[in-house]
Structure formats: C-alpha cells, structure tokens
C-alpha cells in the first residue's frame, strides 16, 4: 500500500523556536508539496517540489522554508515558530502525470504557544 | 486567476438523506477529482474523471463530469455516519492541483 509518512501527529513548539516537519514518501513520487489547513480557508499551498533540491513557493511561503535533499523526503522549516502558524499541515507527493492527484500524509497539527 | 467555486460550503443532513455537492470553474480543464478528508486525517482520493459527461460511481458516491467541462458534481445516498468530514473537489492544471474550498458534512444524530 502506497504512503505517505508525516513523522509527528502532533507537536507543541515554543515561540521562536526552529520546527522541522518531515515528510517521507514510499511511491517513487517526483512531486511534492506542503499544505496547511485552517478552518474556513481550506488548503493552503505553502512550497512544493518538482525534483531533488529543487523547490517553489506555493501560496503562503512567508515564514516557511524547505529542504530536499532527497527524492523521497520533503521537510518544512519554520524558522522561528510563531503562533499564528498553529495549524494543521499536510503532506502530499504525486506522480509526474497527476492521473491520480496526490497522495497526502495524516498530517500534523502543531500548536505554537 | 482561476476560480474554482465549491457549494454548498456545509451541510447538515439526517442519516440515511442524500447528498448532492458541486463544483464549477471559470475555465475548461480535463480532470476534475473528488477527495474525502476524515476528520484528524489528510485527504483522500474519491473519484477522478477524466472525461466530460463521464458518470462514476464508488459504492454509494456518484461523481459526474458536466459537458461543458466547466462543472462537476458529487452525490452520496442514503448517508451513514462514517461520511461525516469535508468533501474536496480538484482541477489538474499545471502539474498542480487546484482547490474547492471544501463542503463540510454533518450528520445530525
């Protein structure tokens, strides 16, 4: 079965502090791509990647950076977390085509406090 | 830029009523796709349609592709409770996907 892995269900991270949200896909995907969801402002492209160290700036990518290094790991950095990034994010990777969308994590919700 | 509009934005039904949700945008595009997002959960793949006037089905989801191309649909019948969650439609365009803004269903006990 196909997956995509987030590495934390769940995290609480202080003000100020460096985040790291890992992502880890098993389907030899090309794409992928972090989201975060709000209620009422549905899903929100925040950078995506077509290939190894290669990466784009989605919709919101202020406050946000990424690294990949490899074709299967796509990690989110928050810089230095601040509480309006409280948030569910989601992880997706997908093929080249798109035939069959993407694929997402379960997601990560990080409280900041 | 383009609009993808998703209706209704939420919708409160008893068990066992059907359910009709849609999508339309401002420009033709050749997939429209339809992803459930369980509660906690990320969203996952429903239905993909890949032609215009195409009708697929997945047990008691119905998802139709409008000839225009410019609009899609999603029925559910006789909802149970385990459909509860938010209904996403997609647009392939670019390599990317594009968003409905979601349509969040509640199932009153």
């Known amino acids: 079965d196909v997956k995509v892995t987030q590495s934390s269900r769940y995290l609480v991270k202080r003000t100020g502090e460096k985040v790291f949200l890992e992502c880890v896909q098993d389907?030899?995907?090309?794409?992928m791509f972090w989201y975060r969801q709000d209620p009422g402002l549905g899903l929100r492209l925040i950078y995506f990647?077509?290939?190894?160290?290669?990466?784009e700036k989605g919709d919101i990518p202020e406050g946000y950076s990424v690294s990949r290094e490899k074709k299967e790991r796509f990690s989110l950095i928050l810089e230095s977390a601040s509480t309006n990034q409280t948030s569910m994010y989601l992880c997706?990777?997908?093929?080249?085509?798109?035939?069959?969308?993407?694929?997402f994590g379960s997601g990560t919700r990080l409280t900041v406090v | 830029g383009q609009q993808l509009n998703q209706s209704p934005q939420s919708m409160f039904i008893q068990e066992g009523e059907d359910v009709s949700m849609n999508c339309t945008s401002s420009s033709i595009f050749n997939t429209w796709l339809w992803y459930k997002q369980d509660p906690g959960e990320g969203p996952v793949l429903l239905i993909a349609?890949?032609?215009a006037g195409e009708l697929t089905s997945n047990g008691r989801l119905t998802a139709q592709f409008g000839i225009t191309r410019k609009d899609s649909f999603l029925n559910i019948s006789a909802s149970i409770p385990s459909d509860v969650g938010i209904y996403f439609c997609?647009?392939?365009?670019?390599?990317?996907?594009?968003w409905g803004a979601g349509t969040k269903l509640i199932i009153k006990p």
């Open positions: 997706a990777s997908s093929s080249g085509t798109l035939h069959h969308g993407y694929t």
């Open positions: 990647s077509y290939d190894v160290k290669m990466k």
């Open positions: 349609l890949y032609k």
């Open positions: 389907m030899d995907h090309e794409n």
């Open positions: 997609a647009l392939v365009r670019n390599y990317q996907l594009i």
